[in-house]
C-alpha cells in the first residue's frame, strides 16, 4: 500500500521527515528542504550581495551536502555570492587524508576553488604528534581550539569575511546541552546562536541550524552525494557522544526537542550583573580571547616547551 | 529470499567494510525485525551495539529505506520483505 506526497499529491511518499511528520515524495523533500536552507539564509542575513563566502569542507556529509545545497540555491535565487571551499587539515593519519580526497574530488565536480590550511604548517604541530605528546584524553578539545584559529587564519588569507559551515540542528543543541553540562552559561547562547560574530571583520554563519542530521543524511542519500562518513580515530574519547544519543532517543519520541532547545539556549541570556568575561586580543598573536593569551597560544607553548627535551635526548644519541 | 543488503554513512565499518551485501536469506527470515537479528548475528563480528540496542531494535539515528523507501512508511520493523528487495542501513551518526 503506497501513500501520497502530502505535498503534490500525485507521486508517491517516500520519506517521513523527522522534523515535522510530514509524509514526502523524494522530489518535494529535496525542494523543501532546499526552501528551508533559503529561508535560514534570508531571515538572519547570511550572505551580503557580492560577499564571498567560505565554505567549511570536511568532506563528511553536513559539508557536502551545504557545498550542493548553496550551489544549487544560488543558481535558482542568483545568489550574488561566490564560494570558496576552506578545508583543514588537522594531520591525522588515516583519517583526514582520505576525507581529503572527498573534498577534492567534490572541489571538481562543483567546480570551486579549494584552500587546504594543515595544523602543521600553520602551528608547527599535527593533531597525531600533539596527541603522541599529551595524550588523546583531550583530544577534540585541542583539536577544537586549533581548528578554529586554522579556520581564521585561512579566511584571512584568502581575504574572505563569512564562513558558512555545515553545523546542523542537532550539532547546535548538542553544544547546548554540553554547555549546560560543563556548566559554561557564558557559552550556552552562543552556541545556538545563527551568526557568531568572531571579530569585527569575520563572521560565520551556520545556514543548516534548523536542518535535522537526519535529514541532512537523507538528502545526501537521495541526490546520491560523495561524502566520507569514517568516524574520527580520536573521537571516542569526546563527551559529545552522550547528549548525542540522548538526542537521538528524544527526537524519536519528542522531534521538536531539537529546535526546542537551541531556542532555549538563545533565550538564555545572562543578567548584566552577572560576570562576563571581557572580549580582548591574545597579546601573542593578536586572536580575539578573553584572556591575556588565547586558549591556541597556551597550547602551543605547552606543546613547545616538551619539544626541546625531546630533540636533546636524540642529540645525545 | 534474495536481498541486497547496503550499510552507509559509515555502517560498513561495522561489517568488514562491505557496503553491499547480495544474499539468501534463510526461510525464516520474513520481515524486517527478523532480519536485523539475522545481520546482528550473521554479518557482525563486534561492536553490534552500534546497530542494535539491548532490546534488539535498531539504533535512533540509524534510517532504514527498502527500495528507497522510509521504512516509516512502510510499518518499519513488520515490514514483510519481498524477493529482490534492496535494503539501507543508513547511519547519521557517523562522521560530520
Known amino acids: ?317 | 529470499m534474495n536481498v541486497t543488503i547496503e550499510f552507509l554513512g559509515g555502517l560498513d565499518a561495522l561489517v568488514e567494510k562491505q557496503k553491499e551485501v547480495k544474499t539468501t536469506l534463510p526461510k525464516e527470515i520474513t520481515h524486517l525485525k527478523h532480519l536485523i537479528i539475522w545481520i546482528k548475528e550473521n554479518l557482525m563480528k563486534s561492536r553490534q551495539e552500534e546497530f542494535v540496542t539491548n532490546e534488539l531494535q535498531i539504533r535512533p539515528g540509524i534510517m532504514v529505506l527498502v527500495n528507497e523507501i522510509d521504512w516509516a512508511l512502510l510499518d518499519e520493523e513488520n515490514y514483510e520483505i519481498q524477493q529482490n528487495d534492496r535494503i539501507a542501513f543508513l547511519s547519521s551518526l557517523h562522521g560530520g
Request: proline share 3%.
Open chain 1, 1 to 317: 500500500m503506497s501513500i501520497l506526497c502530502e505535498n503534490c499529491k500525485t507521486k508517491r511518499a517516500v520519506f517521513l521527515r523527522p522534523k515535522n511528520g510530514s509524509k514526502v515524495c523524494k522530489e518535494c523533500f529535496i525542494e523543501l528542504f532546499e526552501e528551508e536552507v533559503h529561508e535560514t539564509i534570508q531571515k538572519f542575513q547570511m550572505f551580503e550581495p557580492k560577499e564571498k563566502i567560505g565554505i567549511g569542507a570536511s568532506g563528511g556529509k553536513d559539508s557536502t551536502a551545504l557545498i550542493h545545497v548553496l550551489t544549487k540555491l544560488k543558481e535558482k535565487y542568483k545568489y550574488e555570492n561566490d564560494f570558496v571551499l576552506i578545508s583543514i587539515d588537522e594531520g591525522i593519519h588515516g583519517y583526514r587524508d582520505d576525507s581529503l580526497e572527498t573534498v577534492k574530488r567534490n572541489q571538481l565536480f562543483y567546480n570551486l576553488p579549494l584552500e587546504i590550511v594543515s595544523f602543521k604548517d600553520l602551528f608547527g604541530w599535527s593533531l597525531d604528534d600533539i596527541i603522541l605528546n599529551l595524550g588523546p584524553s583531550n583530544s577534540c578539545s585541542y583539536c577544537g581550539i586549533l581548528r578554529r584559529q586554522a579556520l581564521d587564519l585561512a579566511a584571512q588569507k584568502i581575504s574572505v569575511k563569512k564562513l558558512a559551515t555545515g553545523h546542523n540542528a542537532n550539532d547546535a543543541a548538542e553544544t547546548v546541552l554540553l554547555n549546560f553540562l560543563r556548566g559554561d552559561s557564558v557559552r550556552i547562547s552562543r552556541s545556538s546562536e545563527f551568526i557568531i560574530n568572531d571579530q569585527n571583520d569575520f563572521k560565520r554563519c551556520k545556514p543548516f541550524i534548523y536542518a535535522y542530521q537526519k535529514e541532512i543524511v537523507a538528502y545526501a542519500y537521495f541526490n546520491k552525494l560523495d561524502y566520507f562518513s569514517t568516524e574520527c580515530p580520536y573521537a571516542v574519547n569526546a563527551l559529545r557522544g552522550k547528549p548525542r544519543i540522548f538526542l537521538n532517543d528524544l527526537e524519536r519520541v519528542h522531534p521538536s526537542g531539537i529546535i526546542d532547545i537551541i531556542d532555549s539556549g538563545q533565550l538564555f541570556a545572562l543578567p548584566d550583573s552577572s560576570i562576563k568575561p571581557k572580549i580582548q586580543k591574545c597579546q601573542k598573536c593578536g586572536a580575539v580571547s578573553s584572556q591575556n593569551l588565547c586558549q591556541a597560544c597556551i597550547l602551543l607553548e605547552k606543546l613547545n616547551k616538551s619539544k626541546p627535551k625531546i630533540e636533546i635526548e636524540i642529540e645525545k644519541k
